[in-house]
């Protein structure tokens, strides 16, 4: 079992910088791609980004990139989402995941964490 415990979210004009932070309890840390999703109101939750088990390899979603920076520190049981360039449309929910799938469709994601709350004001 793995809980994972995000924090880091508030309210920030649009231009501001947040970085959200997912600790997450258990050995098996190093074995799980981890990643975010988020979920605006009203809307299916969507794929932001997620990072390899080493650590080495990333990936996010189109309306992030270039923007958001995913890394991870396996010796802490933490991955960070940095978020640069903050817009209105990132408002939402943003949830800490893990998987062991490495295609981390949303269908395969073993553990959510319950959420942390982004709003972007412009």
């Known amino acids: 079992q793995v809980q994972l415990v995000e924090s880091g979210g508030g309210l920030v004009q649009a231009g501001d910088s947040l970085r959200l932070s997912c600790a997450a309890s258990?050995?098996?840390?190093?074995?799980?791609?981890m990643g975010w999703f988020r979920q605006a109101p009203g809307k299916e939750r969507q794929f932001v980004a997620r990072?390899?088990?080493?650590?080495?390899?990333?990936n996010y979603a189109e309306s992030v990139k270039g923007r958001f920076t995913l890394s991870r520190d396996n010796a802490k049981n933490t991955v960070y989402l940095q978020m640069n360039s903050l817009k209105p449309e990132d408002t939402a929910v943003y949830h800490c995941?893990?998987?062991?799938?490495?295609?981390?469709?949303?269908?395969?994601?073993?553990?959510w964490g319950q959420g942390t709350q982004v709003t972007v004001s412009s």
């Open positions: 990072i390899n088990r080493s650590g080495f390899s990333t």
């Open positions: 995941a893990a998987a062991t799938r490495s295609s981390f469709l949303i269908s395969e994601v073993d553990y």
């Open positions: 258990g050995r098996t840390f190093g074995t799980y791609v």
